[in-house]
């Protein structure tokens, strides 16, 4: 079948709207009718991966309707509405304990994995496209998944605000429900404003008596911070907030979530805790923090990483979205919609921190 996608065809030039070809669904895959799609800054990172293996199609945090399933598929049936997430394999040790975020074979299955007889999915003027990314490629009007990735959803949903619990939303809010864990009396430093740290805030506030803090540079974002609920927003310009945060929260911080990747800021978080706690830190970034030794060892600190909010989707993002159908957690303030023939648009006011999570619309 025919639809359009957003290829990237040069990491340094503008996505193009183009008609590819789809092919129909092998046994084991779905095939989705995208509605929306959420822009996440993996997906920018990753327009710089396959250069011989151009145009690249991107895009990991679909939402749409289902509208036609392989034999061997009975979990997901036509009619359905879904949210598109990561891949797994569903039988190493990993995924057997309940973590499929660090499945052994993610790597394969969702940096752009290909079918097992490495036949294409989706070709343009005939050339086969770079897709199978997060298992989806969902930056079309179509795309197809798998069971294991393809979470059905409550229809009532608005898939614009569906489609970030995908990634971005199930990792924010997924950090502090499933990684930290604080509970009545904790005090929640978050490093990062954007879409991963306000979904953070808000899951946070699910928690009655916990106490956060917003650690962010942007002024707009400190002001939808302390709007969402955060008691204390912090500007980190011009010096390090660790000792801030320590004499605010009375001795530092119970538990602390970096979003940004970058090293010093994680150092900094790790510098604000408390005796005994924890910082978890969800951006891939580069570099090593400077962290002192003695500071870990003698006040029993520790640091974390943690993917894709340590989540089981099939369970997660239908316990998320009901949090929000229930007023309790409402990501909709994130959300800015542009239709997909303005990915241009939506990419710049990213960059521009004008908004937090853009949203493409099919």
């Not at 092998?26 to 929306?36: F, G, K, Q, S, Y």
């Not at 039988?91 to 299955?109: D, E, M, V």
């Not at 079918?115 to 490629?137: E, L, W, Y």
């Not at 970034?285 to 640091?303: E, F, H």
């Amino acid at each position: 079948m025919r639809t359009t996608a957003l290829l990237s065809r040069d990491p340094a030039a503008p996505f193009t709207a183009e008609t590819v070809e789809l092919d129909g669904p092998r046994d084991d895959e779905i095939l989705v009718r995208i509605l929306a799609s959420g822009i996440c800054h993996t997906d920018l990172v990753n327009r710089a991966a396959g250069k011989p293996d151009r145009p690249v199609l991107l895009g990991h945090e679909g939402a749409g309707v289902v509208t036609a399933v392989g034999a061997s598929v009975t979990s997901v049936a036509p009619g359905d509405h879904v949210v598109l997430t990561f891949r797994h394999c569903g039988a190493c040790p990993n995924c057997a304990t309940g973590r499929p975020a660090y499945c052994r074979h993610s790597t394969a299955l969702n940096h752009f994995g290909r079918r097992a007889d490495k036949s294409p999915r989706v070709t343009v003027d005939g050339a086969p496209v770079r897709d199978g990314f997060f298992g989806q490629s969902s930056f079309a009007g179509y795309a197809l998944a798998t069971a294991d990735n393809t979470v059905v959803v409550d229809p009532a949903v608005d898939p614009a605000v569906a489609a970030s619990f995908g990634c971005g939303f199930q990792t924010g809010a997924g950090a502090v429900l499933n990684a930290l864990r604080p509970e009545s009396g904790a005090w929640l430093a978050i490093y990062g404003g954007g879409a991963v740290g306000s979904a953070a805030l808000l899951a946070a506030r699910t928690v009655p008596g916990v106490r956060t803090v917003v650690v962010e540079t942007s002024a707009a974002r400190r002001t939808l911070a302390a709007e969402l609920g955060a008691d204390i927003v912090l500007d980190p310009a011009g010096a390090g907030t660790a000792e801030t945060v320590r004499e605010i929260t009375g001795g530092g911080a119970t538990h602390a979530l970096d979003t940004t990747g970058i090293a010093a800021v994680l150092a900094d978080a790790f510098a604000a805790l408390t005796t005994g706690a924890t910082v978890v830190a969800v951006g891939l970034g580069t570099g090593v923090p400077p962290i002192d030794v003695r500071d870990m060892v003698l006040q029993g600190k520790t640091i974390r990483g943690c993917l894709e909010g340590d989540a089981e989707p099939a369970g997660f993002i239908p316990h998320l979205l009901g949090l929000y159908a229930d007023g309790k957690l409402p990501v909709d303030r994130l959300v800015t919609r542009f239709p997909h023939t303005e990915i241009a648009a939506a990419l710049a006011a990213q960059h521009a921190g004008s908004v937090i999570k853009p949203v493409l619309t099919w």
